[in-house]
């Protein structure tokens, strides 16, 4: 059997986080490989901007991850592709008369976020890394095994048979990671009783540069705003429905489902006027007891999962890629191999808090506007509605949801 093929680092899973990784540690003098079980040939994005042309995926960016994205050189190719800055944010509650208006001016910012395909920023990524000298992309190739050697190193199998050895193996491979399973990291998990339905639409009126998101007792709703044409409006929708009632709303006709969004939505964007076959996700969260071992890291969805309501998960997992291309290359700089336990823990005691802390607000958000009973509802929507006349408060909240304090 020919012998392995060595590297500083593999990276397991070419999606946002393990593509952005491996563009974040090229220069730094290692030898890196991007592991992908999917083929990741050039698959050029539609130009067209029909309804069934957008990504049923797509993620709303705070401005530190636009940022992280920019300094990568990845951002000019997603903005100049398509994307939507949103200004606003209106959330309102199904039950009652509490509603919150965030707009980019009390933070004196250029926008809130934008929404974006994830197709569009994993393509952009992938250029970064077809031009990387120390990068070798190995895809399709999905991870069979992997061990810790006597020697420290891991041992990975690929399916086919090929043979890698590395000092640091970084998961990247999603929320059902087989990295974490195989090197036996403990996980919590629950299951939010949620399923995520997600399609894009054409709505009447324009969206207003506003993503908007309704609180019902069977789950949130978001209408997020993507790039239309002069008299054609698209969002983008998440709708989180409890897992009893997601079956029967996935197998609505077209027609039948535009008028339940419409009704879910109050019509704040008028009729909707039509819509694209529904995905469904399953909504867990999970938490790794620990993110790291010797030679091991999780980052992103291989580490933490999180309901997708504010639209935080894949801006903390660029955050935890940040982080850990940071101590990795500084490690490297002082001599220090990317493996080290001690410079793995770094990244952990970095990221390991933010994660938890939004995690818990999220889970708190979901939690308390379930509840049906009179005066929690009266505590919410008494709550929404002080929040909104208290603008050192909600500025808080912003920079917060922005990642930027
Ligand atoms: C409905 C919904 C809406 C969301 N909205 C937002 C939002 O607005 N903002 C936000 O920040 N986040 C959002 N998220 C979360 C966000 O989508 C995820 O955090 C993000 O996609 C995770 O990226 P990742 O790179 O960690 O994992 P993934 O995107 O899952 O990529 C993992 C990659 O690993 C590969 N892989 C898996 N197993 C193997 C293997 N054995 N061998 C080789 N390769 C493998 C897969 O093929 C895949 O390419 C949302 C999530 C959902 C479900």
Redesign the pocket.
């Known amino acids: 059997m020919a012998d392995p093929r060595r590297y500083d680092v593999v990276i ?9 990784l491996a563009v974040a540690l090229s220069g730094e003098g290692l030898r890196i490989a991007l ?4 083929p990741l040939g050039e698959r050029p994005l539609p130009r067209t901007a029909n309804l069934a042309d957008f990504d049923p ?6 401005p530190r ?1 636009v940022g992280f994205l920019q300094a990568l050189g990845a951002w000019d190719a997603i903005a100049a592709y398509r994307c939507c800055s949103y200004h606003h944010m209106t959330v309102w509650d199904a039950e009652g008369t509490g509603q919150i208006e965030f707009d980019r001016a009390e933070v004196a910012a250029a926008e809130l976020g934008h ?1 974006v395909e ?1 197709r569009a920023i ?1 393509h952009a990524l992938l250029a970064l890394v077809n031009d990387a000298p120390d990068i070798s992309v190995l ?1 399709p ?4 095994s992997c061990s810790r050697l006597p020697s420290k190193a891991i041992s990975l199998e ?2 086919g048979g090929e043979r890698l050895q590395a000092d640091l193996l970084v998961a ?8 974490r399973e195989m090197m036996g990291f403990v996980c919590r998990e629950w299951d939010y009783g949620h399923r ?3 399609a894009t639409i054409e709505v009447e009126r324009p969206h207003q540069e506003t993503a908007w998101q309704r609180f019902l007792p069977t789950g949130p709703l ?1 209408l ?1 705003p993507l790039p239309g044409g002069a008299d054609r409006h698209y969002c983008s929708i ?1 709708w ?1 429905v409890q897992e009893d009632k997601a079956d029967a709303i996935l197998a609505l006709d077209d027609d039948t489902f535009c008028a339940a969004l419409e009704r879910a939505s109050e019509a704040r964007l008028g009729t909707v006027l039509a819509c694209t076959r529904r ?1 469904a ?1 399953p ?1 867990r969260q999970r938490h790794a007891v620990d993110y790291v071992q010797p030679g091991v890291a999780l ?4 580490a933490h ?2 309901h ?1 309501l ?9 955050q935890d890629v940040a982080v850990l291309a940071e101590e990795i290359a500084a490690g490297h700089r002082g001599g220090i191999h990317p493996g080290e336990l001690a410079l793995l823990r770094r990244y952990q005691r970095r990221r390991k808090g933010e994660n938890l802390l939004m995690m818990s607000a999220m889970d708190g958000f979901k939690r308390l506007f379930e509840q049906q009973s009179l005066p929690l509802r009266w505590v919410r929507n008494t709550g929404m509605r002080r929040i909104d006349s208290l603008p050192p408060v909600k500025r808080q909240l912003m920079r917060h949801a922005m990642g930027l304090g």
Request: glycine share 10%; aromatic share 2%; proline share 2%.
């Open positions: 397991v899973g070419a999606g946002i986080a393990g593509a952005s592991v992908e079980a999917l995926r797509v993620s709303a960016l705070t991850s929404i994830n994993v895809s190739a999905a991870l069979q690929l399916e990247a491979d999603g929320a059902l990671s087989r990295v995520a339905i997600v978001a997020l998440v989180s995905y996700h909504l980052v992103a969805d291989a999962t999180i997708p504010a639209g935080q998960g894949i801006n903390l997992g660029l």
